[in-house]
Structure formats: C-alpha cells, structure tokens
T-cell receptor, first 112, second 111 residues
Framework: GEDVEQSLFLSVREGDSSVINCTYT??????LYWYKQEPGAGLQLLTY?????DMKQDQRLTVLLNKKDKHLSLRIADTQTGDSAIYFC????????????FGSGTRLSIRP | DSGVTQTPKHLITATGQRVTLRCSPR?????VYWYQQSLDQGLQFLIQ???????AKGNILERFSAQQFPDLHSELNLSSLELGDSALYFC??????????FGPGTRLTVL
C-alpha cells in the first residue's frame, strides 16, 4: 500500500543546513512534494519534484530524490528562525488530480 | 493567501451532532479535496470532487459525506459526531497544474 515515512523531530542551529528525510513505498509515485505548515496555519507547498528527476534546487531549498531507494530529502541552507515549522513529505501518482499521501511531518526547531 | 477559503474557522459542537464545513476553491479550479489532520492519524485524504462529480475516495467514514455544487464550492458534512472526530479539516483545490492549494482549515472540536 501507499506509505510515506519521515522522522518526527529535527533540531538545528541557526545558520546551519537542515536536512529532512523521507521514504515512500509507492513505486508509481509520480510527484513528490514538500509542504510546510506553520503553527495555526494551513499547508504551503514549498517545492515538488517529478519522479524522473534526481534533484531540484530553488533558492535555499534543494530536493534530492533517490528513486531506487524511494528516498526523498529536503535541504534548507542557512536555516533561519522563520523556517521553524512542520515539514510534510508527500506523494501522488499521475498528477495533482490525484489524492496526496502525506507523511507524519517533521517538526523543525531552530536553536540560536 | 492560497485563494482557497474555508468557513467556519473554528467549530465547537457536542457528540451526536451534525456539522457542515464549507470550502470555496480558487477561481477556475475544478478539483476540490478534503483532508483531515488529527494528532493520532496525521494528515489523511478523505475525498476528491472534480467539477461536481466524486473522483476519488480515501479514508472517509460513512458518517461523513461531501458534495460539490455547480458553482464549484464544496461542503463536507459530518454527522453523529464522536470525540475522535475532533481535528483540523483542510480543503484544497487544483486546476490544470500539478499543485494543490490548501485553505486555512476548519478546526472542529467535539465535546
């Protein structure tokens, strides 16, 4: 069945890089997403990657996909206090016209 | 602001009651999705509608139902409410692209 797993917590020092990891089981996953949820807010799509890509970079964000191991990671360079949030890894098959399966979310906290 | 609106923002009700959550998608988006976010179950897909028709179903209880109206807004109906139904309910919409835009959510508390 479809399953997305990620660690629950990550703590990093301000200015360091944060790396949030995720694994998924559905080999038919076509789109892989990273969403951000700040306290009391809805979900915001940060970035996504197609399954035929290995890497995508968008300003401070770098997404790496290892399709063979079904492993996805999100690297946030120069982590700032505003990056404190819960980060959800998610996948969908075919297109956004499909349901999205979310991981449990990784709570990122920033140490001064 | 994603362009997706949800009302109400908060809802407090008692067990056994019925509530209706409303969602207005982004202008032009034909697909609407409902998700439930709870502490124990995480974020789960409930149901999707496309241009008024049910397209996909997830972990939606039989006590829950949804519909999408001709003006494309959607309602999620929750009946015979139980304490465990307390959660954040998100609506999302999508158009031709590959991104789902999420609303701010409705926080349901069942006492």
């Amino acid at each position: 069945g479809e399953d997305v797993e990620q660690s629950l917590f990550l703590s990093v020092r301000e200015g360091d890089s944060s790396v949030i990891n995720c694994t998924y089981t559905d080999s038919s996953s076509t789109y892989l997403y990273w969403y951000k949820q700040e306290p009391g807010a809805g979900l915001q799509l940060l970035t996504y990657i197609f399954s035929n890509m290995d890497m995508k970079q968008d300003q401070r964000l770098t997404v790496l996909l290892n399709k063979k191991d079904k492993h996805l990671s999100l690297r946030i360079a120069d982590t700032q206090t505003g990056d404190s949030a819960i980060y959800f890894c998610a996948e969908s098959a075919y297109s956004s016209a499909s349901k999205i399966i979310f991981g449990s979310g990784t709570r990122l906290s920033i140490r001064p | 602001d994603s362009g997706v609106t949800q009302t109400p923002k908060h809802l407090i009700t008692a067990t056994g009651q019925r509530v209706t959550l409303r969602c207005s998608p982004r202008s032009g988006d034909l697909s609407v999705y409902w998700y439930q976010q709870s502490l124990d179950q995480g974020l789960q897909f409930l149901i999707q509608y496309y241009n008024g028709e049910e397209r996909a179903k997830g972990n939606i209880l039989e006590r829950f139902s949804a519909q999408q109206f001709p003006d494309l807004h959607s309602e999620l109906n929750l009946s015979s409410l139980e304490l465990g139904d307390s959660a954040l309910y998100f609506c999302a919409s999508s158009g031709e692209g590959n991104e789902q835009f999420f609303g701010p959510g409705t926080r349901l508390t069942v006492l």
